[in-house]
């Protein structure tokens, strides 16, 4: 990172970040009971370092998953990521969060 009269100005070339999101809560969406401080904090560190396009894939309420829905779930994150990554999805996009019933 170099400091700038403008501000910090990150030294890396950009490339996609995919950041993958397990919590046992809800944090986005409709549904949502704690607020999501991990997010913008990982966004503004790394665009300080020179990566501005981060994608985010939330798995939530994972702890009243059982175990065959959590592999459903993985899977699912999984194709997310491997579709994201081909098309190369826009900067400040976050994923369709997942939690245990499938919605968003």
Do not use: W
Request: aromatic residues 8%; charged residues 15%.
């Amino acid at each position: 990172m170099q400091s700038t009269p403008t501000g910090k100005v990150g030294l890396l070339p950009d490339r996609p970040v995919f950041v993958g999101i397990a919590s046992g809560g809800v944090f986005l969406g409709q549904r949502a009971n704690q607020p999501d401080f991990l997010t913008p904090y990982l966004t503004a560190i790394f665009d300080c370092i020179g990566f501005k396009s981060v994608h985010y894939l939330p798995l939530q309420a994972t702890a009243f998953i059982d175990q065959a829905r959590a592999a459903e779930l993985r899977e699912a994150l999984v194709a997310n990521l491997k579709l994201e990554s081909s098309l190369g999805v826009p900067r400040d996009h976050t994923s369709r969060a997942l939690d245990s019933t499938g919605a968003s």
